[in-house]
């Protein structure tokens, strides 16, 4: 059984840090692509960054390019977004999903509609 256990949101100052952490059990990185969504009220859920684990191609949102990355930690079967340079627009709900094609092609990346498994949301809000 796929399971997805996201962590570490929190409230932060703009400008400010957060590490979101996925725990994932039931699946192999090496087989899927895996990757993080947010979404806030009224508007679709987005893709933040993906990693299509077959050859290492990761998708960053325009929005979020040089402020956040996104890693793994094979050891603790976990996937990590280092969210730096935190922004007001950047408050939402996160979510980390996983799908058991890993050669997706990259254009799908960030579609949430093509994703199998998701974990519950954790949430972030960027405010003073």
């Known amino acids: 059984e796929v399971q997805l256990q996201a962590s570490g949101g929190g409230l932060v100052q703009p400008g400010g840090s957060l590490r979101l952490s996925c725990a994932a059990s039931?699946?192999?990185?090496?087989?899927?692509?895996i990757g993080w969504f947010r979404q806030v009220p009224g508007k679709e859920r987005e893709g933040v960054s993906c990693?299509?684990?077959?050859?290492?191609?990761?998708y960053y949102a325009d929005s979020v390019k040089g402020r956040f990355t996104i890693s793994n930690d094979i050891d603790r079967n976990t996937l990590d977004l280092q969210m730096n340079s935190l922004k007001p627009e950047d408050t939402a709900v996160y979510y980390c999903a996983a799908n058991a094609d890993g050669d997706l092609p990259l254009r799908l990346l960030s579609d949430p509609n093509i994703y199998d498994f998701w974990g519950q949301g954790t949430q972030v809000t960027v405010s003073s």
């Open positions: 039931g699946i192999a990185f090496d087989d899927y692509v």
């Open positions: 990693i299509r684990y077959s050859d290492g191609s990761i």
